[in-house]
């Protein structure tokens, strides 16, 4: 099977940088997916990474190592609106690339 | 607002009650998802429609039918849950895959209770 695993929960205060880390076991996948939750709401496309390396969007840079089954994102400038939840997801190989499995997530709280 | 909408946003039902969760995408997306969420947790795929066809169901019970009337509009029909079904039951869309993963687009969601 497959599965993500995250810090369940971070704290940082504004403007600073934040690093969520994901490790993962599976066999295989298409790339690491990123997505933001605002609490009650739907959660929010991010970043995407197919191959190894540092992707970057904006405030938002997302990291993957397949070597080492390991990414993170990372968020810079924080601003109090980046509290939320964040998942990493994994389309695991061997099944549709439309298929999603989610990271455990992890909810930011960012403070003044 | 999201591009994908999901009615009702609330819904109380009985276990013994028939009732439907809708969700319209207008996106031209032709692969559309329904997954359960509960708090604190992460999002679980329960289906995934292709084309309009249901391409993936992991092993959902029964009393949980999807449907794909269109390309454009998702249900979700439910009957006699249990309890433990209460949660919130999000719709997204992505473009098709060709070998390579899409971002998906979700809805609000609809928070099920279930008494």
């Known amino acids: 099977g497959q599965s993500l695993e995250q810090p369940s929960e971070v704290t940082a205060v504004e403007g600073a940088i934040v690093q969520i880390n994901c490790t993962y076991q599976t066999s295989g996948f298409y790339g690491l997916s990123w997505y933001q939750q605002h609490d009650g709401g739907a959660p929010t496309f991010l970043s995407y990474?197919?191959?190894?390396g540092l992707e970057e969007t904006g405030r938002f840079s997302s990291f993957l190592s397949r070597s080492d089954s390991y990414g993170y994102l990372l968020l810079q400038e924080l601003q109090m609106k980046d509290s939320a939840s964040y998942f990493c997801a994994v389309s695991p190989y061997g099944g549709a690339t439309n298929k999603l499995i989610f990271g455990t997530g992890t909810l930011l709280a960012v403070q003044p | 607002d999201t591009e994908v909408t999901q009615t009702p946003k609330h819904l109380v039902m009985g276990m013994t009650n028939k009732k439907s969760l809708k969700c319209e995408q207008h996106m031209g997306h032709r692969a559309m998802y329904w997954y359960k969420q509960k708090a604190k947790k992460p999002p679980e795929l329960m289906f995934v429609?292709?084309?309009?066809?249901?391409?993936i169901n992991e092993s959902v019970p029964s009393r949980f039918s999807p449907e794909c009337p269109n390309s454009s509009l998702l249900n979700l029909h439910l009957h006699a849950l249990q309890p433990e079904d209460s949660a919130l039951y999000l719709c997204?869309?992505?473009?098709?895959?060709?070998?390579?993963?899409?971002?998906?687009?979700f809805g609000d969601g609809t928070r099920l209770s279930i008494l």
């Open positions: 997204a869309s992505s473009q098709e895959p060709q070998g390579i993963e899409q971002p998906q687009h």
């Open positions: 429609y292709s084309y309009e066809k249901l391409s």
């Open positions: 990474n197919a191959l190894d």
